[in-house]
């Protein structure tokens, strides 16, 4: 499993990458597909934010979903530790989640292929893109990602772009809490209608649909 850091606004130094490395060297305890783990540190110069200037993002990769913790500190040694125990926090819940699967399959239940659609559902940064022009803007590939004004306006967009196999509303939950999100774009499969899942208040959930049959057929 390879371990990625990289900072913005930010100097690594070699002791920082080994306490990072010994940090999540446990990961594929967890996650045995992990493949790559991208670590990102932030600095913010803004001294009114100084108590949260150390940002640290943990994004592991893998043939499965991908999973991210997030955490901000003063410290940049105690962000890491915040963003990590949110990181294996998730990976418990992933491990947990497959252990039920393969139970329900050894008590007859029939197979769901839960685990082979979150297989495909890995980010596209993992996989080799296709070759295939990408209908939107500036032909984006899959796993690009670009910056740009809107005119002379301060106003900066980022676009990325991520495949997406069609899932199921609880796969899109599931995917949801695993990266952190308190919303998760998908396709879902029964449908094929792009929706965006939003957590609401408490264990609540909303699930936002697009209707794009409809535009379709007025149009054709």
Same mark, same amino acid.
């Given at each position: 499993?390879?371990?990625? *850091? @990289?900072?913005?606004?930010?100097? +690594?130094?070699?002791?920082?990458?080994?306490?990072?490395?010994?940090?999540?060297?446990?990961? @594929?305890?967890?996650?045995?597909?992990?493949?790559?783990?991208?670590?990102?540190?932030?600095? /913010?110069?803004?001294?009114?934010?100084?108590?949260?200037?150390?940002? +640290?993002? !943990?994004?592991?990769?893998?043939?499965?979903?991908?999973? #991210? $913790?997030?955490?901000?500190?003063?410290?940049?040694?105690?962000?890491?530790?915040?963003?990590?125990?949110?990181?294996?926090?998730?990976?418990?819940?992933? #491990?947990?989640?497959?252990?039920?699967?393969?139970?329900?399959?050894?008590?007859?239940?029939?197979? +769901?292929?839960?685990?082979?659609?979150? @297989?495909?559902?890995?980010?596209?940064?993992?996989?080799?893109?296709?070759?295939? &022009?990408?209908?939107?803007?500036?032909?984006?590939?899959?796993? /690009?990602?670009?910056?740009?004004?809107?005119?002379?306006?301060?106003?900066? *967009?980022?676009?990325?772009?991520?495949?997406?196999?069609?899932?199921?509303?609880?796969?899109?939950? %599931?995917?949801?809490?695993? &990266? $952190? %999100?308190?919303?998760?774009?998908? &396709?879902?499969?029964?449908?094929?209608?792009?929706?965006?899942?939003?957590?609401?208040?408490?264990?609540?959930?909303? +699930? !936002?649909?697009?209707?794009?049959?409809?535009?379709?057929?007025?149009?054709?």
């Amino acid at each position: 499993m390879d371990i990625v *850091v @990289t900072g913005r606004n930010a100097e +690594i130094h070699p002791s920082f990458r080994d306490f990072v490395e010994g940090k999540l060297d446990k990961i @594929t305890q967890f996650y045995p597909r992990a493949q790559r783990v991208d670590v990102v540190v932030t600095h /913010e110069r803004n001294p009114r934010q100084a108590d949260t200037s150390e940002r +640290i993002e !943990l994004t592991v990769y893998g043939k499965g979903p991908v999973i #991210r $913790g997030e955490a901000e500190s003063a410290d940049r040694y105690s962000a890491v530790d915040l963003a990590s125990a949110k990181l294996f926090e998730r990976l418990r819940r992933l #491990r947990d989640r497959a252990k039920d699967h393969r139970r329900f399959q050894f008590d007859g239940v029939p197979d +769901i292929d839960q685990d082979e659609t979150l @297989t495909e559902g890995v980010d596209a940064d993992m996989r080799n893109a296709e070759d295939w &022009v990408l209908r939107s803007a500036h032909d984006m590939q899959p796993g /690009e990602v670009r910056e740009e004004q809107l005119g002379d306006s301060p106003v900066i *967009v980022r676009q990325k772009v991520h495949e997406a196999p069609p899932m199921s509303v609880d796969e899109a939950l %599931h995917q949801m809490e695993l &990266v $952190g %999100h308190p919303f998760f774009l998908f &396709v879902d499969k029964d449908t094929m209608q792009p929706c965006v899942a939003y957590h609401r208040k408490g264990w609540t959930y909303g +699930i !936002l649909r697009l209707n794009t049959r409809l535009s379709q057929v007025e149009n054709a």
